[in-house]
């Protein structure tokens, strides 16, 4: 933006001193993000991070202030906006249940990828208003990227905010001719953005590219199941880093180019390191919902075997009795909301002098480290948390695996091929002497397939919900004690 | 092209490559929660909503811009909360009887 930048000459005073508020911030951000590799110094890492954003913000100020641009108006626009979106932001984030942490992320992703499209729009009111006959090509391609990506990320990601809360069906929504609209929608978005940096202020084009991309951002998203969210979500956060970048080149600001960049290439890893965890594609999560894949596989065993059923006593003798005791939750025990309760029944194994351990299947829970989230908020301590490569050597000496809520992470079918699950990594919950599951039915996981752990003969079925069954086995397990 | 240009396409691309480097070392339990955080980092966004807020004199710009400040605004602080939330969980067992007495983690 040169209105603020003088161009061609040096930098005033302040302006020299904002580039290097910038270059702090950026440094704060690496730092940051780099100390989040251990849990020990996550904290300070995004303290750090905070404290870089804190200075880039005031920096801007500082440049806003000095500029003398800014109207009265203006003031009192951008601060209203401000404490509103702050006010709200604070709100949502300290009264969340730890369970709807991913799509209050997803929320502030889509606000974020609107306000990138935003600064773009704005930019562009702003110079056409100044009757430019023609805005160059240079702002003109970043602006266009900028608004159809932040526009796709915002509506994109308000859907799977609301898939994950339940307002908008987890079920993949297809219907026919779905591929060639969005093709449509994406073709109009993009010759609509070739017309504008082709030379043209249309304000109307402008609109149209941005309704297309939104249409664009909510298709992509609704035939995708609620099981694939995290991945998506994760996709989206990436994609408005990027958004944020381009918006950066459009007002040629570096701290939104370095910034926006960093999380667009962060994004993109996490993205991938979830889709691998997953065993999907992530072409395939966004071509096409879950189930369809899994309908032709047929498992030639569970239908057939038996299932050995137990009591709630039977669960509590077995588990005070043993000497290591491997705890696998999955995305039941966090759906009911069990973690105090599993968390009351490994301090009560452990006062009886029993080895508990919880093993962490790296897509546990909703996305990749929410269990760890789920179970720390519980305070279950991060050291008895174990990783899967780290965990499945000690499931052979496991006296029982106690599996709360699993079910295609310990599926033993991922080991073979030709099934849904094939090739996943997966919990060796099935090496362990006991094995024993709490589940509310037979119903299949996400990826719709029988697992044929639960015809094992040493596993023993406890059909309960996750919260209520381990508060019986709780109960249990002290008149166990108490008669012992 | 410009150098401005030539400058701010360089700053783009290592940057990427600084974002891959930091990022792929980070262990699966803190996936969530670094999520989180980048999505916070992106909330440097508001940096530009003041920019383009500072040179807006139309209705039509005001309007826009009270949105995106919002928005950003909700993003950054929000995220940068909740995140925060996440990580304050991520630390040594505090039902124990002494709870900091610099007990090995």
Redesign the interface.
Known sequence: ?T??LTAGGLLTAVESIVAFCYLI??AG??V???L?????T??R???I??GG?VL??AA??A??ID?R???T??WI??S???????G???R???S?K?TA??Q??SL??A??G???A??A???F??LT?NSVASIGP?TMVSTMLDVIIGAVTFSGSLIAAGKLQGWVTGNPVVFPGARLLNATLAAVALAGGGYLISGSTSAGVLLVVVFAALALGVLVVLPIGGADMPVV??LL?SL??TA??M????????????????????????TK??AD?MNRSIRNIILGGFGTAGNAVVTATGAGGDVRQLTVEDVAIQLVYAAKVIVVPGYGLAAAQAQREVRDLA?LLEEQGVDVSFA?H?VA?R????M??LL??A?V???S?K?MDEVNPEFAQADVALVIGANDVINPAARRAGTAVSGMPILDVDHAKNVIVIKRSMGQGYAGIDNELYTDPKTGMFFADAKAGLAAIVAAAKTLIALG | M?P??VA?IS???L??????E?????????????????????????????????????T???V????????????????????????????????TDAPTDGRE?
Do not use: C, W
């Open positions: 933006m209105t603020i911030a950026a951000f690496v940051g993000l780099h989040m590799n251990s849990p020990a996550a904290r890492g995004n303290q991070s905070a954003m880039a913000v801007t100020l440049q806003v500029s641009l800014i109207t108006t203006g626009v951008l209203l906006g401000g404490l509103l979106g702050a709200i932001g604070v949502s984030a300290l969340v730890m942490v991913p209050l992320v502030f992703n606000v974020g609107g306000a990138a935003l600064v729009l704005g930019d009111v702003h208003t240079r979500i994760s956060n408005t880093g944020v970048a918006a950066g080149f459009v007002i040629d600001n570096t701290g939104l180019i370095i910034a926006g960049a960093l999380v667009g290439a962060s994004g993109a890893i996490l390191l979830m965890a301090v962490i790296p829970g996305m990749p480290g929410h760890n989230v720390a908020d305070n301590p991060y050291t948390l990783e | 410009s401005d240009l701010d700053i783009f691309v940057s990427v490559f600084v974002g891959f930091v990022i792929s070392k980070v262990p699966a339990t803190l996936h969530t929660p670094l999520m989180s955080a980048a999505n916070s980092i992106h909330g440097v966004v508001l940096v530009g909503v003041m920019v383009t807020a500072a040179a807006s004199h139309s039509l710009g005001y826009l811009a009270f949105i995106a400040a919002a928005f950003a605004a909700m993003n950054v602080v929000g995220g940068y909360v909740v995140t925060d939330r996440m990580l304050k969980m991520f630390r040594r067992r505090p039902t983690p």
